[in-house]
């Protein structure tokens, strides 16, 4: 049911948040803290690149919650 993985990086340094748009869906950010969602198809190639161009401390892959997923579940449904 879930469309998108959340990935939380924490990066060595301030990133700017126009350079991370274009990785995925900010959820949240700070100058050294982002929280991304990304298509699963796309999570494990996004997660490289970020590994690849940025000074990175720690990263998560993360399902989305179950709340959320129920939530998009039932928002489904009143769409049919």
């Known amino acids: ?12 340094q301030p990133v700017e948040k126009k350079e991370l748009m274009k990785l995925g ?5 700070e100058d050294a803290k982002v ?3 990304v298509p699963i198809q ?3 190639k996004v997660a490289a690149k970020i ?8 990263i998560t892959i993360e399902d ?8 998009f579940i039932f928002s489904a449904k009143k769409k049919i």
Request: glycine letters at 0%; a negative charge.
């Open 1 to 12: 049911f879930a469309k998108n993985k959340l990935l939380t990086v924490l990066f060595s």
């Open 25 to 29: 869906e900010i959820k949240e950010y």
């Open 64 to 71: 989305p919650d179950i709340e959320t997923i129920i939530r």
């Open 42 to 44: 796309q999570s494990n």
């Open 51 to 58: 590994l690849d161009e940025y000074e990175v401390k720690d």
């Open 35 to 37: 929280k991304l969602a």
